[in-house]
């Protein structure tokens, strides 16, 4: 089955610092998500990503849909107290029965103010 | 507009007992997902529901099932609990056949012991 790596695994910075984090799979996707989990809550969409070499803005956040369609990044740029949280990516290959979302496992940020 | 709504928010069952979940999607999304995030794990999916079909199911033994309602809400069954069961369930909806990407419910915390 598909398989996602996200790395780093964890981050701990300082505030007012850029952060990137990244996912590579053993397949092709059509689709790239990028979500945010804050703790008891469930996992909010950040930026969709939907064609291959597509960069996308989201505030500070910047993901890319990398052009062999196997990775995507993700930026924030200019960390604040409230970025800390898990950040997960998301691959879909769509069509048929194959709109389930494949995960990351996750990278977990922590802000220093 | 309310969101994806999970009843209960914590559950406690003891080892083999049954557990049901409950998933309300946001008004007018017909696609119900499901997915265990135990963890250190990531999301890994459960099941599918549109339109009141099972549409797809991941790598999960059959005591784990459920259901769609005319309604669109959705039911998560989990047999003969174990403690591995332990995780947190959460509930995602769309627009059908993945026309809009999925919002996620603040999930289930279920605890077997």
């Known amino acids: 089955g598909q398989q996602l790596n996200q790395s780093p695994q964890s981050m701990f910075i300082q505030e007012g610092e850029d952060v990137s984090m990244n996912c590579t799979s053993s397949?092709?996707?059509?689709?790239w998500l990028w979500y945010k989990q804050d703790p008891g809550e469930g996992p909010v969409l950040l930026i969709a990503?939907?064609?291959?070499?597509e960069l996308t803005s989201n505030g500070r956040l910047t993901a890319q849909f990398g052009i062999t369609r196997k990775d995507s990044f993700l930026n924030i740029s200019a960390s604040i107290p409230s970025d800390v949280g898990i950040y997960f990516c998301?691959?879909?290959?769509?069509?048929?029965?194959?709109?389930?979302?494949?995960f990351g496992k996750g990278t977990l940020l922590t802000v220093n103010p | 507009e309310a969101g994806v709504t999970q009843s209960p928010t914590h559950l406690i069952k003891t080892r083999g007992q049954q557990a049901t979940l409950r998933c309300s999607p946001i008004s007018g999304h017909t696609s119900v997902y499901w997915y265990q995030q135990a963890l250190g794990l990531g999301l890994q999916f459960l099941l599918w529901?549109?339109?009141?079909?099972?549409?797809n199911r991941g790598n999960f033994p059959p005591r784990f099932s459920g259901r769609q309602f005319p309604n669109y809400s959705s039911e998560l069954n989990v047999n003969a609990l174990e403690l591995e069961d332990s995780a947190l369930y959460l509930c995602?909806?769309?627009?059908?056949?993945?026309?809009?990407?999925?919002?996620f419910g603040q999930g289930t915390r279920l605890t077997v012991v």
């Open positions: 998301a691959g879909r290959i769509s069509g048929g029965s194959n709109y389930k979302l494949t």
């Open positions: 397949s092709i996707f059509n689709t």
């Open positions: 990503l939907y064609k291959a070499g």
């Open positions: 529901y549109d339109e009141g079909e099972e549409r």
């Open positions: 995602a909806s769309s627009s059908g056949q993945g026309y809009t990407e999925a919002f």
